[in-house]
């Protein structure tokens, strides 16, 4: 019996990284929405977007590397 432990680690890390994101906009988004209203809601939901785009950027930049190494690879 194998065991893929880089898969395991893989779903892992998606898991927690979906699970993070799901709380941020669910607990925190509803809980300005219920304090302040939908308004404020609505531009701290753009704070977030605003504050993630420079982290998504780098996420696929390093998608982007990674495709291009991977076919590096199976040419050479």
Request: charged content about 10%; proline content about 1%.
């Amino acid at each position: 019996m194998s065991r893929d432990l880089r898969g395991y680690a893989h779903n892992t890390n998606v898991q927690l990284l979906v699970g993070f994101f799901l709380i941020l906009l669910i607990i925190g988004e509803g809980l300005i929405y219920i304090m302040y209203g939908s308004g404020a809601a609505l531009v701290g939901l753009l704070c977030i977007l605003g504050g993630l785009a420079p982290l998504i950027l780098i996420g696929l930049a390093f998608l982007v590397i990674q495709w291009i190494l991977k076919r590096a690879d199976q040419d050479g």
